[in-house]
């Protein structure tokens, strides 16, 4: 099991990331895509990129609730699909991460082999 101190820092980057992706997702601003054809096929790449980008600042944020979640319940830190620990080194990476390196490696094995196929 983990030391206290490293599930405080960990915790603690958790909910730095979260509050910095509220705040960023809350101050999103209007894109202006008026003009002419070309300030308006701009501003739509630039609304489709934006959408894009809050898509994935909402699921981080889905990662985040959940890895703090884990915490409040003591599986913080398991790896989802063999149940053994999740290096601290690999967590100190991402704090999100929720499967092992061996899992992770699987997948994205099974991932190849599939587009491949």
Not at 77 to 99: A, H, Q, T, V, Y
């Amino acid at each position: 099991m983990f030391k206290k101190s490293f599930l405080d820092k960990m915790k603690q980057e958790l909910i730095n990331q979260k509050q910095q992706l509220q705040t960023k997702l809350l101050q999103e601003e209007e894109i202006d895509t008026q003009g002419d054809d070309v300030d308006h096929i701009q501003g739509n790449i630039l609304a489709n990129i934006s959408k894009r980008l809050s898509e994935r600042d909402s699921a981080k944020l889905i990662q985040i609730d959940k890895a703090l979640q884990k915490m409040e319940d003591s599986s913080y830190g398991m790896c989802e699909e063999c149940d053994e620990e999740i290096f601290e080194k690999r967590l100190s990476f991402n704090p999100c991460f929720s499967i092992c390196v061996s899992c992770a490696e699987q997948q994205e094995f099974e991932a190849k082999k599939k587009r491949v196929s």
